[in-house]
């Protein structure tokens, strides 16, 4: 199971932090991988995490301005984003499956959270 915290109203320019925990296994040795789903339009991956190496991914609009971690505890994974737009605005997933890869091959979704980009 995967629960995603952290969304919320952000005014633009401001900063962000999404938390996504992990419930009954090791987020060491998974892809686990941040999504986003805006009104209207298909969910894509933004930004990804590897097991073991910790190598990371991002899509173009997230490149310079997010950063994806796990924290030492290899329970929770980390997207912190800096000046969000109001296109930023999006229910944010996390999920469980190789990066870079879509969402066929997800093997676990959270719930979702939504991000609201506005002043």
């Known amino acids: 199971q995967l629960v995603e915290s952290g969304g919320g109203l952000v005014q633009p320019g401001g900063s962000l932090t999404l938390s996504c925990t992990a419930i009954g296994f090791n987020i060491d040795y998974y892809h686990i991988a941040w999504f986003r789903q805006a009104p209207g339009e298909e969910r894509t991956e933004i930004s990804c995490i590897s097991p073991v190496d910790g190598s990371t991914s991002y899509a173009d609009s997230m490149k310079g301005r997010a950063t994806i971690s796990k924290n030492g505890a290899k329970t929770t994974v980390y997207l912190q984003m800096s000046s969000p737009k109001p296109e930023d605005t999006a229910v944010y997933y996390c999920?469980?499956?190789?990066?870079?890869?879509?969402?066929?091959?997800?093997?676990?979704w959270g719930q979702g959270t939504l991000v609201t980009v506005s002043s």
């Open positions: 999920a469980r499956g190789p990066c870079g890869r879509g969402t066929r091959l997800v093997e676990v």
